[in-house]
């Protein structure tokens, strides 16, 4: 039997959704919806690997999904949850827990950045947060994942651990049915551009809901003013516009917003180039302040009517969540018995 095809993906609530996120993997989600069956997740499990005050989580919580409506995802034809919510993500973390091993994790670079030179004082799932990582695509037999650049390790360490699990538990997989193993090895979705969409202020790094510098980013939930305000103060060079691709290089501010516009506009980066090629950046932005608040202010205000009615959204998460049991329940029943549990 063919397996169904199923995107699966999520976004931390962790405050202060960017333009990054929107343009990263919003847009994204948009788009993949015409296609597959997707499932897009509030992952508040992984955004207690460091510690989250509980208020501000739920409110964060609501926050996103509010972002996920407003952009246009349609929760009647594909699900929106809380990871929390269906407890399967945190049973099979602990089974992939067991099936990992620690050299893999050890080469995870995330960890290493995110833990920085407090290694020994982080948190134990932190560390882990690969492998819930990988329970999340795989509790629901998800076949693609669309992940940034700086995902694509922990994809691919999904993918290891399915296999592995695929290969300790053959036999069973094969009595129970699985001839050719349990789990699919899910495929990355990395379309379109600025998948890396960096900071307002330095080309180098990406934007960041944790920089000091409410300047350095497009927030979600931003008005017409402050996007405006942001574009103008954005750091650029000296230089116009190159007319080509290659002039960009080492120009790290000048190839970020050509590729927010590209991003925003549906449009090549070489046919930007072509249009504003020799202009001056006071020009191209304010060509990008019109398109920016054309594109976020709505989003963002229509975020803002749902954040106002808090019980609206907890009701479609719920609805989401009593649609995400219903695909992950079975599987776990299934992975329970391969693994070799007393299933009552």
């Not at 180098?204 to 350095?216: E, I």
């Not at 950046?281 to 963002?300: M, Q, R, T, W």
């Not at 989401?320 to 599987?331: V, Y």
């Amino acid at each position: 039997m063919k397996l169904q095809e199923r995107v699966f993906s999520g976004i931390q609530p962790t405050g202060n959704l960017h333009l990054g996120n929107y343009l990263g993997a919003i847009t994204k989600f948009v788009a993949l919806q015409e296609s597959h069956d997707c499932l897009f997740c509030v992952v508040d499990l992984h955004a207690i690997t460091v510690w989250q005050d509980p208020g501000e989580l739920r409110h964060n919580t609501r926050e996103v999904t509010a972002a996920f409506l407003a952009a246009g995802i349609d929760a009647k034809k594909h699900i929106i949850f809380n990871q929390s919510a269906v407890s399967g993500h945190a049973e099979l973390a602990w089974i992939f827990n067991c099936v990992a091993r620690m050299g893999w994790l050890n080469r995870m670079t995330q960890f290493k950045e995110k833990a920085g030179k407090n290694r020994e004082n982080a948190s134990v799932g932190l560390y882990a947060y690969p492998n819930l990582m990988a329970a999340d695509i795989l509790l629901y037999r998800a076949t693609h994942v669309p992940v940034g650049e700086d995902q694509k390790q922990h994809l691919e360490l999904a993918r290891d651990i399915a296999q592995k699990f695929n290969t300790d538990f053959s036999d069973s997989c094969a009595a129970s049915g699985f001839a050719d193993g349990y789990f699919p090895l899910p495929e990355p979705l990395i379309t379109g551009p600025a998948t890396r969409v960096m900071s307002l202020r330095d080309g180098r790094s990406k934007m960041s809901k944790s920089d000091p510098s409410d300047l350095s980013r497009i927030n979600m939930t931003d008005d017409a003013d402050s996007i405006a305000k942001k574009v103008r103060k954005a750091k650029t060079d000296p230089e116009p516009l190159p007319s080509e691709a290659a002039g960009l290089e080492g120009r790290p501010e000048a190839a970020n917003l050509i590729g927010i516009y590209s991003a925003m506009a549906e449009r090549s980066g070489d046919d930007i180039l072509a249009e504003f090629g020799g202009r001056q950046f006071s020009d191209f932005k304010k060509a990008l302040v019109d398109l920016a608040v054309e594109n976020i202010s709505p989003i963002g205000e229509e975020m803002r009517r749902l954040m106002e009615d808090p019980g609206e959204i907890d009701a479609i998460l719920a609805d989401g969540a009593g649609r995400a049991h219903e695909i992950a329940d079975p599987h776990m029943a299934e992975i329970r018995e391969i693994v070799g549990f007393i299933v009552s």
